[in-house]
């Protein structure tokens, strides 16, 4: 069996397993075959895009998931949240927010191509926003922006949603108001407690 098939093969059941393939295809595993020139990483790319669009995933999608446009982290973020979904993925989400507006974004998935798509393309349609209308982001908008995503992966948007969501809500809750009630979320903001900063701020 060539190194190629091998690698399709074992592509493939990742795929169907929702397991991201990136890692696995950017592997040789012909040690032989490695080429410097990066001519076998632009295959491996190419190859994995078109499992993508055969498994239902639009052009746009692909290029999210590609390029990761927002993928990472903000060190001087304002607010940091964590999400697990229902399927045990995992998204955290760094907002920096300036006069009420989310200014920047960026998200850490740890999961399938579908999360990490939705994810970059949310930030596509909040970023600029201010935090009441990105909290009326929803995953009809996030799968507009899309274009397409295979059916069994349209619950994934819902990861990258749920993290944002969480973090305005936690913002919020050191922010407002609201900061003399019992906070009822899992606070990750970096430096302890969300409402710890504001009390530092004001
Ligand atoms: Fe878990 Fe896609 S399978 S977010």
Do not use: W
Not at 170 to 190: F, I, M, R, T
Request: charged fraction near 25%.
């Amino acid at each position: 069996m060539t190194s190629e098939v091998f690698i399709s093969i074992l592509a493939a059941e990742f795929l169907k397993n929702d397991i991201t393939i990136r890692g696995a295809l950017m592997y040789s595993l012909n040690s032989e075959k490695k080429d410097p020139s990066n001519s076998l990483f632009e295959k491996d790319n190419a190859d994995e895009c078109k499992m993508l669009s055969d498994c239902g995933y639009s052009d746009k999608a692909i290029k999210y998931y590609m390029e990761k446009p927002y993928m990472g982290s903000l060190p001087d973020a304002d607010q940091v949240s964590n999400m697990i979904g229902s399927c045990g993925d995992t998204a955290k989400i760094f907002l920096k927010i300036d006069q009420n507006k989310i200014t920047d974004i960026r998200y850490q998935i740890l999961g399938c191509p579908g999360a990490i798509s939705a994810a970059m393309a949310a930030v596509d349609i909040v970023k600029g926003k201010s935090l009441e209308q990105a909290r009326t982001l929803n995953d009809g908008h996030v799968f507009t922006q899309l274009v397409d995503l295979p059916a069994k992966k349209h619950h994934c948007i819902q990861l990258a949603v749920k993290a944002l969501h969480k973090a305005i809500d936690e913002y919020k809750n050191g922010h407002s108001d609201l900061k003399d009630v019992e906070c009822l979320s899992v606070c990750s903001a970096p430096e302890g407690c969300c409402r710890n900063k504001t009390d530092e701020s004001s």
